[in-house]
């Protein structure tokens, strides 16, 4: 069974930046991988998901221009640089593999079944 493990959060002030990485150990599989928030009191939504060869991605309309997901497969880690953080993307970010799907990017929390524990981002306005 895979784990995923997202480091790179903490506080921040409103426009600066932060880096994201989702470290997938305990496979050798290469899975469609997306990034997620929760924020208090509000349902998990969809951020940010990139294909198994890094080429094709899908971004939420409200970090779109500002965020972008990347990956290394030689170390099986996927990235999310945050520019421009605003306060609004204060939440806890996860990482979550999609097992099921090849070449589609689904962007419904739904349809990822591993999950990790979560990294905590703090902007400050």
């Known amino acids: 069974q895979e784990q995923l493990v997202e480091s790179g959060g903490g506080p921040v002030q409103a426009g600066e930046s932060l880096k994201l990485s989702c470290s997938i150990t305990?496979?050798?599989?290469?899975?469609?991988t997306g990034w997620f928030r929760q924020a208090p009191g509000q349902e998990r939504e969809f951020v940010a998901a990139?294909?198994?060869?890094?080429?094709?991605?899908s971004y939420a309309d409200s970090v779109k221009g500002r965020f972008t997901i990347s990956r290394d497969n030689t170390k099986n880690t996927v990235y999310l640089q945050m520019n421009s953080l605003k306060h609004e993307d204060t939440a806890v970010y996860y990482c979550a593999a999609d097992r099921y799907s090849w070449t589609k990017i689904r962007t419904s929390a739904t349809n990822y079944d591993s999950w990790g524990q979560g990294t905590q981002v703090t902007v400050s306005s």
């Open positions: 990139i294909g198994w060869d890094g080429r094709s991605t």
């Open positions: 305990g496979t050798s599989r290469i899975y469609i």
